[in-house]
């Protein structure tokens, strides 16, 4: 099919932008497109046939930055005849056929709703030598029923909801993703069972509020069920899931957690503000107490949780004493990491155009102040697992330092970083393998583990990494319904699943 005029197959390269939803679903563009017969550009071709730019509107300056990387590849394209730019994800969904009148050499824009309409796209454009912008307004398929290059052998994103039915003012996910849209929860036990058979050892169920899952289908109790259902999944050795929201956090789902051994006992809860009064402007509808009380709940069924959070600074109105708040419910959740962001407009939220916006230097005084108190929690809780034994799953590309320190890297079952010295082991472990070490050092951000590790457990997952095979799922549709069926997956910062 698509062959480039020597007669070789069409190459590609994606660019993602934002959150952990975008690369999922940058996954599964590259997926749709190795179906179509393209190939993956090797990473030093500075001229592949397609590039995909994956984009994401919640940054910001985000349209500036992608402006800035289509005038840069003009001069390649007009050097390249034949080349196609191609432009999806949310800021393609927001600026639609702006994008083609601002940069006329995009050949496709397509939307967050219709990812597998790409590869159709491209060739059309080509065909007609004329722009194609196709933008739906809710979804077509929910994507993970669409071909899917996995990036990780012994990891997988599994989708379980798009879309979300909250209306927080920061946020542009509603307007862009729509409404929360949930997948069948056998087509999604069918998808983690097909992952576990290629050899992955951890799933990560992704949806913008995973709390709520089971609105469709009036089952309130869905997402404690469908934890359960993971742990008789054999081979599947860790469930992780983000995001859950305070708001619809049920006991029931601590209870799956702590009883589900394969499930790990790391939580990730958006906490945003801790002062009730920001909360309430965000439109954030639970308050501080209820989301330190699902803390406390969690610590008493799982002692040694690892709890994350996303909080943003300099929201409008937030006053000193609301931004102290923030420090106490810091303070007494005793997170193990926080993503912190500083509040800045989203065009299109209802924040961008509230009262109170605050001065750059007040929003960026209280963040160092933030993170300086994030950094005290998070070292002194990890010190308290100097000369803990922990399971590391090794991964790729976790420790940048690595390559200097001839150290490897992975995450420990809560989620910790871990930086761990492979010993005489040397050059025999590999990413997707199963190690336990002893904690040695510990730093805000990572643990080290320097001595020689305890146990080394070679994995299917190892095994496929050693000869580069990445897991593929085929995008069958396991008898569940598609129509209407949630499609692609929001996004951002500040927002839910961000990471
Ligand atoms: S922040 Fe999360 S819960 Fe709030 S609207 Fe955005 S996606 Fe939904």
Same mark, same amino acid.
């Given at each position: 099919? @698509?062959t480039?005029?020597?007669?070789?197959?069409r190459?590609?390269q #994606?660019?993602?932008?934002?959150c952990q939803?975008?690369v999922?679903?940058s996954?599964?563009?590259?997926g749709?497109?190795?179906?179509?017969g393209?190939v993956?550009?090797?990473?030093?071709?500075?001229?592949?046939?397609?590039?995909? +730019?994956n984009?994401?509107a919640?940054?910001?300056n985000?349209?500036?930055?992608?402006?800035?990387?289509?005038?840069?590849?003009?001069?390649?394209?007009?050097?390249?005849?034949?080349?196609?730019?191609?432009?999806g994800?949310?800021?393609a969904?927001?600026? &639609?056929?702006?994008?083609?009148?601002?940069?006329?050499?995009?050949?496709v824009v397509?939307g967050?709703?219709?990812?597998?309409?790409?590869?159709?796209?491209?060739?059309?454009?080509?065909?007609?030598?004329?722009a194609?912008?196709?933008?739906?307004?809710?979804l077509?398929?929910?994507p993970?029923?669409?071909?899917?290059?996995?990036?990780?052998t012994y990891?997988?994103?599994?989708?379980?909801?798009?879309?979300?039915?909250?209306?927080?003012?920061?946020?542009i996910v /509603?307007?862009?993703r729509?409404?929360?849209?949930?997948r069948?929860?056998?087509?999604?036990?069918?998808?983690? &069972?097909?992952l576990?058979?290629e050899?992955?050892?951890?799933?990560?169920l992704?949806?913008?509020?995973?709390n709520?899952?089971g #609105?469709?289908?009036?089952?309130?109790?869905?997402?404690?069920?469908?934890?359960r259902?993971c742990?008789d999944?054999?081979?599947?050795?860790? #469930?992780?899931? @983000?995001?859950?929201?305070?708001?619809?956090?049920?006991?029931d789902?601590?209870?799956a957690?702590?009883?589900?051994?394969?499930?790990?006992?790391?939580l990730?809860?958006?906490?945003?503000?801790?002062?009730?009064?920001v909360?309430?402007?965000?439109? &954030?509808?639970y308050?501080?107490?209820?989301?330190?009380?699902?803390?406390?709940? #969690?610590?008493?069924?799982?002692?040694?949780a690892?709890?994350?959070?996303d909080?943003?600074?300099? +929201?409008?109105?937030e006053?000193?004493?609301? +931004?102290?708040?923030?420090?106490d419910v810091?303070?007494e959740a005793r997170?193990?990491s926080?993503?912190t962001?500083?509040?800045s407009?989203r065009?299109?939220t /209802?924040?961008?155009t509230?009262?109170g916006?605050?001065?750059k230097?007040?929003?960026?005084?209280?963040y160092?102040?933030l993170?300086? @108190?994030?950094?005290?929690?998070?070292?002194?809780?990890?010190?308290?697992?100097?000369?803990?034994?922990?399971?590391?799953?090794v991964?790729?590309?976790?420790?940048?330092?690595d390559?200097?320190?001839g150290?490897?890297s992975g995450?420990?079952?809560?989620?910790r970083?871990?930086? +761990?010295d492979?010993g005489?082991?040397?050059g025999?472990?590999r990413?997707g393998?199963?190690?336990?070490?002893t904690v040695?050092?510990?730093a805000p951000?990572h643990?080290n583990?320097d001595?020689?590790?305890?146990?080394?457990?070679r @994995?299917?997952?190892?095994d496929?990494?050693?000869?580069?095979?990445? /897991?593929?799922?085929?995008g069958?549709?396991?008898g569940?319904?598609?129509i209407?069926?949630p499609?692609a997956?929001?996004?951002p910062?500040?927002?839910?699943?961000?990471?």
């Amino acid at each position: 099919m @698509t062959t480039a005029a020597a007669g070789s197959p069409r190459t590609y390269q #994606v660019r993602t932008y934002g959150c952990q939803m975008n690369v999922h679903d940058s996954e599964r563009i590259s997926g749709l497109l190795e179906q179509a017969g393209y190939v993956r550009a090797a990473e030093a071709d500075e001229q592949p046939d397609v590039v995909v +730019f994956n984009t994401c509107a919640v940054r910001e300056n985000a349209d500036n930055r992608l402006y800035g990387n289509l005038g840069h590849l003009r001069p390649v394209k007009d050097k390249h005849p034949g080349m196609q730019i191609a432009v999806g994800g949310c800021l393609a969904q927001k600026d &639609r056929g702006d994008i083609v009148r601002k940069a006329p050499w995009v050949d496709v824009v397509f939307g967050t709703h219709n990812i597998g309409s790409l590869p159709v796209l491209l060739e059309r454009a080509r065909h007609n030598t004329a722009a194609e912008v196709e933008i739906l307004e809710s979804l077509d398929v929910f994507p993970s029923t669409l071909p899917t290059r996995r990036e990780s052998t012994y990891a997988g994103w599994v989708s379980i909801s798009v879309g979300c039915n909250n209306t927080c003012t920061f946020c542009i996910v /509603p307007s862009l993703r729509g409404k929360e849209k949930d997948r069948r929860p056998g087509d999604i036990l069918s998808e983690v &069972r097909a992952l576990v058979d290629e050899g992955v050892l951890e799933v990560t169920l992704l949806g913008q509020n995973v709390n709520s899952y089971g #609105v469709e289908f009036g089952d309130r109790y869905a997402f404690g069920k469908l934890l359960r259902a993971c742990g008789d999944i054999e081979g599947l050795e860790r #469930v992780r899931f @983000t995001s859950p929201h305070p708001k619809d956090f049920t006991d029931d789902v601590i209870a799956a957690m702590a009883e589900t051994p394969n499930v790990c006992h790391s939580l990730h809860m958006p906490l945003q503000s801790g002062s009730d009064e920001v909360l309430r402007a965000m439109r &954030r509808s639970y308050r501080s107490e209820k989301y330190l009380g699902i803390i406390e709940k #969690v610590r008493a069924a799982m002692p040694d949780a690892a709890i994350t959070t996303d909080i943003i600074v300099g +929201f409008p109105g937030e006053t000193d004493a609301d +931004f102290e708040k923030t420090l106490d419910v810091v303070r007494e959740a005793r997170f193990s990491s926080a993503f912190t962001f500083q509040y800045s407009k989203r065009p299109g939220t /209802p924040a961008a155009t509230m009262d109170g916006q605050l001065p750059k230097q007040v929003v960026q005084e209280r963040y160092e102040r933030l993170i300086a @108190t994030v950094e005290e929690i998070t070292w002194a809780e990890n010190r308290k697992l100097v000369g803990e034994t922990v399971e590391v799953l090794v991964a790729v590309g976790e420790g940048r330092k690595d390559e200097r320190t001839g150290r490897l890297s992975g995450r420990a079952r809560d989620g910790r970083l871990v930086h +761990f010295d492979a010993g005489s082991l040397a050059g025999q472990i590999r990413p997707g393998d199963i190690v336990h070490t002893t904690v040695t050092y510990a730093a805000p951000h990572h643990l080290n583990a320097d001595g020689e590790p305890l146990s080394h457990r070679r @994995t299917r997952a190892g095994d496929a990494a050693e000869a580069g095979r990445a /897991p593929r799922t085929p995008g069958v549709l396991l008898g569940l319904p598609t129509i209407g069926a949630p499609a692609a997956v929001p996004a951002p910062t500040g927002g839910c699943a961000a990471r």
